[in-house]
């Protein structure tokens, strides 16, 4: 299978056309959290779609992914600086970041030299802040034909670490005690061809396609599609977050 940092650079400009985007109360709320707001560090940032809005609510974002690809990508802002740099290791000064942020990514660390990383570059008082989301959800017959399909047909190619995400976080050793939250989710208003291009945009339906020479989504979309109904109708669709907040203590 490919390595899970060519499976997100593949996807790079279909992660912007079609991954849904963050709640805009979600960034003010961090923002009111965080001790100032000079600096925060987006980890795993993919193409900046949570930098671009952090950027809105702090002076500076220093935005890192793994992938240069995804890297390449990303839309620029003039108080964003944008680094190809693992989650284990930033070029940051002790005790100097607000807030950690890490969007649909932190399964995918290594979380015991990752927390001793964000440990170092926050302030005492500083907010770490993780988030994900799982299946959609639509209300119809659609939501358990996708479940069926993450994880009967292509979930033998999720990579190590997706896991993780599927438990709601549970299972990562966070550094600090959990805040209790305001619930957030994304909302969006889909047509059929949204759905089609964000299942492809899924790292496991990569490497099954890799792997067997067939892309899993068109196998399967006569199935979307009887439960979609007409392509050209618009649907709700939504994720609710799964949100970790931690706070360094002071």
Same mark, same amino acid.
């Given at each position: 299978?490919?390595?899970?940092?060519?499976?997100?650079?593949?996807?790079?400009?279909?992660?912007?056309?079609?991954r849904p985007d963050y709640p805009e109360a979600l960034y003010r709320y961090l923002a009111t959290l965080s001790p100032s707001t000079?600096?925060?560090?987006?980890?795993?940032?993919?193409?900046?779609?949570?930098?671009?809005?952090?950027?809105?609510?702090?002076?500076?974002?220093?935005?890192?992914?793994?992938?240069?690809?995804?890297?390449?990508?990303?839309?620029?802002?003039?108080?964003?600086?944008?680094?190809?740099?693992?989650?284990?290791?930033?070029?940051?000064?002790?005790?100097?970041?607000?807030?950690?942020?890490?969007?649909?990514?932190?399964?995918?660390?290594?979380?015991?030299?990752?927390?001793?990383?964000?440990?170092?570059?926050?302030?005492?008082?500083?907010?770490?802040?993780?988030?994900?989301?799982?299946?959609?959800?639509?209300g119809t017959t659609l939501d358990d034909i996708v479940a069926e399909f993450h994880s009967q047909v292509i979930g033998p190619y999720?990579?190590?670490?997706?896991?993780?995400?599927?438990?709601?976080?549970?299972?990562?050793?966070?550094?600090?005690?959990?805040? &209790?939250?305001?619930?957030?989710?994304?909302?969006?208003?889909?047509?059929?061809?949204?759905?089609?291009?964000?299942?492809?945009?899924?790292?496991?339906?990569?490497?099954?396609?890799?792997?067997?020479?067939?892309?899993?989504?068109?196998?399967?979309?006569?199935?979307?599609?009887?439960?979609?109904?007409?392509?050209?109708?618009?649907?709700?669709?939504?994720?609710?977050?799964?949100?970790?907040?931690?706070? &360094?203590?002071?």
């Open positions: 299978m490919p390595k899970l940092t060519d499976q997100f650079s593949q996807a790079s400009n279909a992660y912007r056309d079609f000079e600096l925060v560090w987006d980890c795993g940032c993919g193409n900046g779609q949570a930098s671009i809005a952090l950027a809105d609510h702090f002076d500076r974002v220093f935005a890192t992914d793994i992938s240069d690809n995804q890297i390449a990508h990303a839309t620029s802002r003039p108080n964003i600086t944008y680094r190809v740099s693992p989650a284990e290791h930033v070029a940051l000064h002790d005790s100097s970041v607000d807030l950690v942020t890490v969007a649909q990514a932190i399964h995918w660390f290594d979380h015991s030299r990752f927390f001793a990383e964000v440990s170092r570059v926050l302030k005492p008082g500083g907010v770490l802040a993780a988030w994900g989301y799982q299946l959609l959800h639509t999720w990579p190590k670490g997706r896991e993780l995400l599927d438990e709601g976080y549970t299972k990562i050793p966070l550094p600090y005690p959990r805040e &209790k939250t305001p619930a957030f989710s994304m909302e969006k208003q889909w047509h059929f061809d949204h759905l089609i291009g964000y299942l492809n945009t899924w790292s496991a339906v990569k490497s099954y396609e890799a792997d067997r020479g067939r892309n899993p989504v068109s196998l399967y979309s006569d199935r979307f599609l009887q439960a979609w109904g007409a392509p050209e109708s618009e649907k709700p669709v939504s994720w609710p977050l799964i949100l970790y907040v931690g706070i &360094k203590s002071a």
